[in-house]
């Protein structure tokens, strides 16, 4: 079995692509920012979500700590701010009540650091330390707003009002449908996680073995369809289907579908960063819970992946034994690869882009909608934290489920074969779905 590579990125080459990454993350966020009144942006929207003028200043002020303090050794332009916008000091329910920056300063002070940045990227070398190497600290906080407008997408979807975003629909699938529902992944050996990728994060390190059974796998994410199937069969209804702790949950809080769909004159409806309209029969399910994924696979007969199950069907070549950076090889994703960058609202059709399969067949695993996987949020083994223990270590346990493969509200730069994104079970705001597996 050979291991995993990554395409070597030249020097020179380094510094354009941290600018770049840094360019398009700040776009986004104006883009999420600037389409709201101040008074949006100021009001909390969701217990459950900082007010959107949180996140931006806060984007701002993990990239003044992380490049120019840490990195540069500069005083802070703000000290007393920084209290505010530590994600571990003030749960995010009571971030209203905090004094913060209001929009114009909040604008004002990220790019005030914003300027800075560019001034230091232009002049440090990307190498000499484990920050810098490749690039590593620019890419990271790059990482950092990005994932942060992914949180403020979610902020936009729970917001009430009118629509204030748009996005051409995705395209309809390409070329021919899936040849079968399900894939058979075979047994053996394959390498998990990275230890080559520049600006992976620590939780997705070390490259390590690890040897899986046989098992199959679905072909593409549940779809809509399929999950009004579990709803009509009494899914909702019925505690054989459900653990404890979900059956308790939807007990308390009357859940009876995903989040934002409703019935209404006999069909379902879904409310959509603020349009009503009918679920699509052929769309990935979106925003259920771990224990919504769960439930239906058990109805179906089947179980969530593990984590390495997940990853073993996104990224081993059987042919070569080697793991590929993402499913379709080693190369950058493409809008022919995947739904990804916020290109669109919603997430495309299952079986859209077959050029993004992996070798064995299975589409959509990156893209489109988070996938649930039966697995912990739990440290590889090897695993060091870097460069801060906040980052991933503070949440290993069983409490956090793994969820793989990105939605359609991540950014390329933010999204790997081996990106790990983790969540409490409960938690169906994110754009969340799945896809089933079942032994071999």
Same mark, same amino acid.
């Given at each position: 079995?050979?291991?995993?590579?990554?395409?070597?990125?030249?020097?020179?080459?380094?510094?354009?692509?941290?600018?770049?990454?840094?360019?398009?993350?700040?776009?986004?966020?104006?883009?999420?920012?600037?389409?709201?009144?101040?008074?949006?942006?100021?009001?909390?929207?969701?217990?459950?979500?900082?007010?959107?003028?949180?996140?931006?200043?806060?984007?701002?002020?993990?990239?003044?700590?992380?490049?120019?303090?840490?990195?540069?050794? #500069?005083?802070?332009?703000?000290?007393?701010?920084?209290?505010?916008?530590?994600?571990?000091?003030?749960?995010?329910?009571?971030?209203?009540?905090?004094?913060?920056?209001?929009?114009?300063?909040?604008?004002?002070?990220?790019?005030?650091?914003?300027?800075?940045?560019?001034?230091?990227?232009?002049?440090?070398?990307?190498?000499?330390?484990?920050?810098?190497?490749?690039?590593?600290?620019?890419?990271?906080?790059?990482?950092?707003?990005?994932?942060?407008?992914?949180?403020?997408?979610?902020?936009?979807?729970?917001?009430?009002?009118?629509?204030?975003?748009?996005?051409?629909?995705?395209?309809?699938?390409?070329?021919?449908?899936?040849?079968?529902?399900?894939?058979?992944?075979?047994?053996?050996?394959?390498?998990?996680?990275?230890?080559?990728?520049?600006?992976?994060?620590?939780?997705? #390190?070390?490259?390590?073995?690890?040897?899986?059974?046989?098992?199959?796998?679905?072909?593409?994410?549940?779809?809509?369809?399929?999950?009004?199937?579990?709803?009509?069969?009494?899914?909702?209804?019925?505690?054989?289907?459900?653990?404890?702790?979900?059956?308790?949950?939807?007990?308390?809080?009357?859940?009876?579908?995903?989040?934002?769909?409703?019935?209404?004159?006999?069909?379902?409806?879904?409310?959509?960063?603020?349009?009503?309209?009918?679920?699509?029969?052929?769309?990935?399910?979106?925003?259920?819970?771990?224990?919504?994924?769960?439930?239906?696979?058990?109805?179906?007969?089947?179980?969530?992946?593990?984590?390495?199950?997940?990853?073993?069907?996104?990224?081993?070549?059987?042919?070569?034994?080697?793991?590929?950076?993402?499913?379709?090889?080693?190369?950058?994703?493409?809008?022919?690869?995947?739904?990804?960058?916020?290109?669109?609202? #919603?997430?495309?059709?299952?079986?859209?882009?077959?050029?993004?399969?992996?070798?064995?067949?299975?589409?959509?695993?990156?893209?489109?909608?988070?996938?649930?996987?039966?697995?912990?949020?739990?440290?590889?083994?090897?695993?060091?934290?870097?460069?801060?223990?906040?980052?991933?270590?503070?949440?290993?346990?069983?409490?956090?489920?793994?969820?793989?493969?990105?939605?359609?509200?991540?950014?390329?730069?933010?999204?790997?074969?081996?990106?790990?994104?983790?969540?409490?079970?409960?938690?169906?705001?994110?754009?969340?779905?799945?896809?089933?597996?079942?032994?071999?």
């Amino acid at each position: 079995m050979t291991t995993e590579t990554h395409p070597e990125i030249r020097p020179e080459a380094l510094r354009e692509r941290a600018a770049a990454a840094l360019t398009a993350a700040r776009a986004r966020t104006a883009g999420l920012t600037d389409v709201v009144s101040d008074p949006d942006l100021t009001a909390q929207h969701s217990p459950l979500m900082s007010p959107l003028v949180w996140d931006l200043a806060h984007i701002g002020n993990q990239e003044e700590l992380w490049l120019l303090r840490n990195v540069a050794g #500069r005083e802070f332009l703000r000290p007393e701010i920084n209290p505010l916008y530590d994600a571990f000091r003030h749960p995010r329910a009571e971030r209203p009540n905090l004094p913060l920056l209001g929009p114009q300063e909040a604008r004002g002070y990220a790019a005030e650091v914003r300027g800075r940045v560019f001034d230091l990227l232009d002049r440090t070398p990307l190498e000499g330390t484990a920050l810098l190497d490749h690039g590593f600290v620019f890419g990271m906080i790059a990482q950092h707003e990005q994932q942060h407008d992914e949180t403020m997408l979610i902020t936009h979807q729970l917001r009430a009002g009118d629509a204030v975003l748009a996005a051409p629909d995705p395209e309809p699938p390409q070329g021919p449908p899936p040849a079968a529902p399900e894939v058979l992944v075979p047994a053996g050996p394959f390498t998990m996680g990275t230890s080559a990728e520049p600006w992976a994060l620590d939780n997705e #390190r070390p490259a390590h073995v690890r040897e899986v059974a046989a098992f199959r796998i679905d072909t593409v994410p549940v779809t809509n369809a399929a999950y009004q199937a579990f709803i009509a069969d009494g899914g909702y209804t019925d505690p054989r289907w459900w653990a404890a702790e979900g059956w308790e949950q939807i007990r308390a809080h009357g859940i009876g579908a995903p989040l934002f769909w409703r019935r209404e004159a006999g069909q379902w409806l879904r409310r959509r960063f603020g349009v009503t309209e009918p679920v699509p029969d052929d769309e990935p399910v979106l925003h259920v819970s771990w224990y919504e994924a769960d439930a239906y696979a058990r109805w179906a007969g089947r179980r969530l992946p593990t984590e390495a199950e997940w990853e073993k069907a996104a990224r081993h070549d059987p042919a070569t034994g080697r793991s590929r950076r993402y499913p379709w090889g080693d190369a950058d994703p493409s809008p022919g690869h995947a739904n990804l960058g916020q290109r669109h609202l #919603r997430p495309a059709r299952a079986g859209c882009y077959p050029a993004g399969a992996s070798p064995l067949g299975v589409r959509q695993l990156i893209g489109d909608v988070w996938e649930w996987t039966a697995s912990d949020f739990l440290p590889y083994p090897g695993f060091r934290a870097f460069p801060y223990r906040e980052y991933s270590e503070v949440f290993f346990g069983p409490e956090h489920k793994v969820l793989r493969g990105g939605s359609f509200a991540v950014d390329p730069v933010a999204c790997r074969g081996t990106f790990r994104n983790w969540d409490l079970p409960v938690r169906r705001q994110i754009f969340s779905g799945f896809r089933t597996a079942r032994d071999a």
